[in-house]
Nanobody, 121 residues
Framework: QVRLVESGGGLVQAGGSLRLSCVAS????????MGWYRQAPGKQRELVAS???????NYADSVKGRFTISRDNAKNTVYLQMNSLKPEDADVYRC???????????????WGRGTQVTVTS
């Protein structure tokens, strides 16, 4: 199967930056779209940014101009560079990927456990 592991979260002051990483591992045949989501307690899960295998990106309006998503297909890794962080960006950020494992005949959705981002004002 496919496993996603995030890293890079932490505590930062408002206006600061963090870079999140998500590495996919396992018996991977192919990875299609990858993305970052966040979900604060009591709120709906929100798409932060996504990127296709070809590099096309999509961002939530709230992060446009501040966050940048990228991926390294050779490393099965997706990144989220977060600049000009605001207290409202604080959340658990989870990685999602649509991928096909070697043992599967079709793509499935996979999620990481998340990494905590805390922004102090």
């Amino acid at each position: 199967q496919v496993r996603l592991v995030e890293s890079g979260g932490g505590l930062v002051q408002a206006g600061g930056s963090l870079r999140l990483s998500c590495v996919a591992s396992g018996s991977i045949f192919s990875i299609n779209g990858m993305g970052w989501y966040r979900q604060a307690p009591g709120k709906q899960r929100e798409l932060v940014a996504s990127i296709t295998s070809g590099g096309s990106t999509n961002y939530a309006d709230s992060v446009k101009g501040r966050f940048t998503i990228s991926r390294d297909n050779a490393k099965n890794t997706v990144y989220l560079q977060m600049n000009s962080l605001k207290p409202e960006d604080a959340d658990v950020y989870r990685c999602r990927a649509t991928a096909q494992a070697v043992s599967d005949t079709s793509e499935q959705e996979y999620w990481g456990r998340g990494t905590q981002v805390t922004v102090t004002s």
